[in-house]
């Protein structure tokens, strides 16, 4: 990488080097394991002139997003999430009849149902084929596309413009920032908002979630960076929620710049903590690699030494973060023989790199381990609840992120 993807500037810096790994949503059927499989490098920079965090594009949203493995309404409380996001959003945009709602990368409808659910009229924008057709199947108009600014003003030009546009957990998985964030105002009204949550790069450094680095994530946001990203498409922020999704993330409230106005106290706000924490200059960065690297030492020490002591030791959960950690940590099945996901599409296949085989949760309670290694760690109050029954059998959970933790659980 020689020049950053949203000021151009050549002034990177290396923040962590993860080595290289694949792509890490791509399981591996069965009949593939003997199959050479392609690694790319996983190096996060950061642009010294505008703060954006990023990573070179060495694999194109269509190699990833064409055939998804991820579904989200497998994940009860990101369903809740959006419904709570969803009734929140109505009463803050005045969301009724006439309203017309657009989101970006809408899944298999988790969040979209619930609009569907209050009579208003709604389209989602989702790339990926199977995905896309289980949301039509439970009811959610949904288009295959990936969104530019043509795209944009295709469905603009067919629909209307929208009141508000959602893009939830996207913004940092498409490498043209500059062309996507224009789609997203070729999409919405003059008059509309838009509405985007991302992970925040201050807590994604402060609390080591270094396994949130992959293929898919470009780049990763402060406030300062989603500033200028926003405007380089003609939207401006007007507010910022700090939520506490996928470990600290960020809701951007956004509107075209003629009708925005100035922006409101919580910006101001954010960007002073982000000031404080050094995140604006060189040194917020500088310790980061050295803490990732005692994440993956005491992680690979706890491993060790279980099966030293004869003990088993399982995960639980297969998802994309999981696989970043997997691989920087060189865990195989001879240190973690299998993992579970409630996700049918994953059972039978393997995780990408490590070929840790993925199979379904009730493994779990019919081998009775003595540890469960749980690696959607940002999920933790859902999954802390639903393997209570590990208690059963004096059953504990590990956490590897921010730091190791080992829990017991009690029904």
Known sequence: MTRCRLCGSTALESVVDLGATPPCESFLAAERLDAPEP???????????????QIPPLITPEETFSEYAYFSSYSSSWVEHARVFVEDAAARVGLGEDSFVVEVASNDGYLLRHVVDRGVRCLGVEPSVNVGAAAREAGVPTLTAFLSPETGAAVRAEHGPADLVVANNV????PDVIGFTKGLRALVADDGWVSVEVQHLLTLIEENQYDTIYHEHFQYYTVASAIRALASGGLTLVDVELLPTHGGSLRLWARPEEAAGEPGRRVADVLAREKAAGLQELSGYTEFSARVAKVRRDLLR?????????????????PGKGNTLLNHCGIRPDLLPYTVDRNPYKHGRYTPGTRIPVLPPERIAADRPDYVLVLPWNLRAELVEQLAYVHEWGGRLVFPIPELSIVEVER
């Open 302 to 318: 706890f491993l060790v030494d279980a099966a030293e002591e004869g003990r088993t030791v399982v995960g639980y959960g297969a």
């Open 171 to 174: 913004y940092a998985h498409i």
């Open 39 to 53: 690694t790319y490098p996983l190096h996060l920079r950061v642009c010294t002139d505008c703060w954006l965090a």
